[in-house]
């Protein structure tokens, strides 16, 4: 015993920061949105800002994938100790509506709404249409879907545009949308002419349309955006009664302890309503509508109702079903893991023949393995991946034959090493338990 405790000690002593303030280290911003997208862009100047406030830094980390599932089940699924926050979109209210995902707004405990913005809709400046008219013209008569893209499928843009077509009184399902991480890659397809058209807001646009590349036909909102974009008509003065638009806000996951939510919610107003992020929004074209926690989370209850039974209509079908839910390859290599077990357990592939005596020696080597991985999901969050990793790897190494003094070396390389990679150089977000470690 005398190796492990060892182990303990030397590894306690090189990863202990001890307790200290809020924040004493960085703290990572999960975007669930692609990079160079309007999400992306807002996360980004919120974390520059934060760090100037908090004086640490903060670390945006795009968490793509599963339609917006990956970066809010990240965000909502993390350590509630305050160093991970998650800037949240609209579509938290709409992914659990099409079965996505268990997470919802109630997964998280809301800091401050920092933007709204309008849907638009945008076509390349040698497209046929310059009118919405023309654009339902064309839908109707020709008999050709029209593709196009934004964000994800059912994503609050891919929604926008389904709306409009079940308004003309066409069906939603005619229209084909291509699937991508944002704004950015989409307006790249449609310069490209892969797709015909694009809905996002107007600032995620803006370099395209002042380059002249892209066209806007009209924005969903109530009214035109006259500080940065005058000329844009909205769908309404086009004739067409149909508004939608999404918001951004940042969140920590429910648990969080209501000190650090006061700390970050007093830095996030402070940020919200200082001049040096109005001015970035104004610059770009952004919304700036900013609400403290309660007011966030109400707003984040009426849409959640609103957009559930948007969703749940008959009008939107198709884009509730779509095509694949995020866990559909998981559990199919879930259950291509049980029968591959299955039929190891029936050929007795897990015994081996030693001395002509047979022992469950492959049996006892995989739930040692199992053991090992269990140990550290339910020991890291309480002790670290320093304290819960080295010793369990020194074990590991032990049930394998090392020798002590080997395991023991070997666990006080290789274990902090890892954590210097994956933990400092990389910034992985790795456990460090109830004291930092």
């Not at 709306?163 to 944002?182: F, H, K, N, V």
Request: with cysteine; net charge neutral.
């Amino acid at each position: 015993m005398r190796p492990i405790a060892a182990a303990l000690l030397v590894l306690g002593v090189a990863g202990c920061r001890g307790e200290g303030r809020f924040p004493d280290r960085p703290i990572v911003l999960i975007c669930p949105w692609g990079a160079g997208g309007g999400t992306d862009r807002v996360a980004r100047q919120t974390a520059l800002l934060l760090e100037q406030d908090l004086g640490v830094n903060v670390n945006v980390v795009n968490a793509t994938g599963g339609q917006g599932v990956t970066g809010h089940s990240r965000g909502a699924l993390a350590r509630p100790d305050g160093y991970t926050v998650t800037m949240m979109t609209v579509e938290l209210n709409m992914l659990h509506a099409r079965g996505l995902t268990e997470v919802t707004p109630e997964s998280f405990a809301p800091l401050a709404l920092l933007n709204r913005d309008a849907a638009a809709l945008f076509v390349r400046a040698d497209s046929p249409w310059t009118t919405l008219r023309e654009l339902e013209a064309h839908i109707r008569t020709s008999g050709e879907s029209l593709k196009a893209s934004g964000t994800a499928q059912g994503g609050i843009w891919h929604l926008a545009l389904a709306g409009w077509y079940a308004r003309i009184g066409d069906d939603p399902a005619r229209l084909t949308w291509l699937s991508s991480e944002g704004a950015a890659p989409s307006m790249a397809e449609l310069l490209a002419g892969t797709v015909d058209a694009v809905c996002c807001s107007l600032p995620e646009a803006a370099p395209q349309m002042a380059s002249g590349r892209v066209r806007c036909l009209g924005v969903m909102s109530a009214e035109r955006a006259t500080a940065r974009f005058p000329d844009v008509p909205t769908f309404r003065e086009q004739g067409y009664d149909w508004t939608m638009g999404g918001w951004r806000g940042i969140g920590v996951p429910r648990d969080t302890p209501e000190a650090i939510r006061n700390l970050l919610g007093a830095a996030l107003q402070r940020v919200a309503t200082g001049a040096e992020f109005a001015g970035f929004m104004d610059r770009q074209g952004f919304d700036r509508t900013y609400a403290a926690a309660d007011g966030f989370r109400a707003s984040l209850a009426e849409a959640d109702r609103s957009l559930g039974e948007l969703i749940r209509s008959e009008a939107f079908a198709a884009i509730r079903r779509g095509r694949h839910g995020p866990l559909v390859y998981p559990a199919a290599l879930g259950v291509a893991a049980a029968v591959v077990l299955a039929s190891l357990l029936a050929s007795g592939g897990l015994r081996r023949r030693d001395d002509e005596r047979t022992e469950p020696a492959g049996w006892r080597r995989l739930l040692e393995g199992v053991g090992v991985v269990v140990g550290f999901i339910i020991l890291a969050p309480h002790l670290g991946f320093l304290l819960t990793m080295g010793p369990l790897l020194c074990l590991l190494f032990l049930r394998l034959g090392v020798s002590p003094a080997r395991a023991l070396a070997t666990a006080l390389t290789l274990v902090p090493a890892t954590y210097l990679l994956f933990g400092t150089l990389l910034r992985v977000d790795l456990p460090r338990g109830p004291l930092g470690w």
